[in-house]
């Protein structure tokens, strides 16, 4: 009877076992970490399904090997030798990052974690590894890391393009007077405010330096192209920090969703002030020159004049002294003189006196 109750109590911790065994097995099996356990040497004894898919090596293949002789990259051996050294003097458990080297001559990058389990006399029998296979994670990072510094580049080029343009390039939305989303540095020699002024601390609006009489002019140009869906240019009058007030060109397009709904409005602004007091000073230059012209009389076509007396006739039929006709129909004045010949014919007393 004592026989029997010891054998089933015996057949029932080996079924415990057994069960114990083939649930950790399961784990082993079905968890997406590489599980190896090594002997104290650091040679395989058992590897599950997710290391053998992931390195391509069978535990049939690589039983009895050493983990640096399968699967490490040369420069790496004596770093993980390192790390079993210290596994086996009691410091464990221990987590790094290793590359492995696949059947298939990839490789793999890998985040271990490493203990020990002990026999009953306190000697370490076995070493359990677990790793996360992280190459995609990696590879991601590096995109990530790349795409990071190409944009980076990008803004710097940007940036510095639009620091050296010769007008004032603006990102606004219609939405609001308060509209601004971008605006570089050059709208301050412009009009002599900060561009922070605009759209970071908001001190102002942009409508608020508009020259009153022109605003209404410049929202109708800005709609009108929108509306078109066309770049659109206005020149308007600016009030500077100063005072004065400043011509400037405009050169905007809106930009639009899928649906055709305006997002915003990208352009530039220039000074043309110079160009303006140019202009104005050539017409005042062109006005002046027109008076002067419309001043000016002019003879022009066939002088009736008689042949005796040299007098003029006029159109009226009038004969009129030579030099009253002239200073009617021009501008010219006359002082009177004689000359020698006549001088010689009506006073030749004088004359030959003068000659003697």
């Known amino acids: ?18 069960k114990e065994r083939n649930f950790i097995s399961a784990i082993l ?4 970490a590489l599980v190896v356990l090594f002997d104290s040497q650091g040679r395989f004894i058992r590897t599950n399904e997710a290391f053998e898919r992931i390195t391509g090596f069978e535990i ?21 030798k390192g790390i079993l050294d210290k596994i086996m003097s009691g410091e464990f458990p221990v987590e790094y990052q290793s590359k492995i080297v696949t059947r298939g001559g990839k490789t793999r990058s890998i985040v271990w974690s490493i203990t020990a389990l002990k026999d009953g006399r306190g000697t370490i ?14 590879v991601v990072k590096e995109l990530l890391k790349e795409t990071s510094q190409n944009l980076i ?7 510095s393009l639009i620091a050296n343009m010769p007008g004032a390039v603006y990102r606004s939305r219609l939405s609001s007077e308060d509209s601004v989303e971008f605006l570089n540095n050059q709208i301050e020699e412009i009009s002599g405010y900060p561009a922070s002024d605009f759209y970071q601390d908001r001190k102002r609006s942009f409508k608020s330096i508009v020259y009153p009489d022109d605003y209404e002019c410049l929202m109708k140009t800005i709609q009108k192209g929108i509306d078109k869906k066309e770049p659109y240019r206005v020149e308007y009058r600016i009030l500077h920090v100063d005072g004065s007030v400043r011509w400037v060109s405009e050169r905007g397009q809106g930009i639009f969703d899928e649906d055709g709904q305006v997002l915003w409005i990208d352009g530039m602004i220039f000074d043309i002030t110079e160009r303006k007091n140019l202009e104005k000073e050539r017409e005042v230059m062109i006005r002046e020159l027109t008076d002067a012209l419309n ?62």
């Open 1 to 18: 009877m004592k026989n029997k109750n010891k054998s089933e109590k015996m057949k029932h911790a080996t079924d415990m076992l057994l």
């Open 125 to 138: 029998e076995y070493i359990i590894g677990s790793g996360i296979d992280i190459t995609e994670s990696m």
């Open 153 to 159: 580049q990008s803004e710097r080029k940007y940036r």
């Open 60 to 80: 049939i293949d690589i039983v009895g090997k050493t983990f640096w002789e399968v699967l490490l990259i040369p420069d790496d051996v004596e770093h993980i």
């Open 29 to 32: 099996e079905t968890t997406g």
């Open 295 to 356: 001043k000016v009389k002019t003879l022009r076509g066939l002088l009736p004049i008689c042949s005796n007396c040299k007098k003029i006739r006029d159109d009226k039929g009038y004969w009129n002294q030579i030099e009253e006709y002239i200073k009617e129909y021009s501008d010219a004045e006359f002082s009177h003189s004689i000359c020698p010949e006549c001088a010689q014919k009506l006073y030749p007393e004088f004359y030959k006196k003068k000659s003697e």
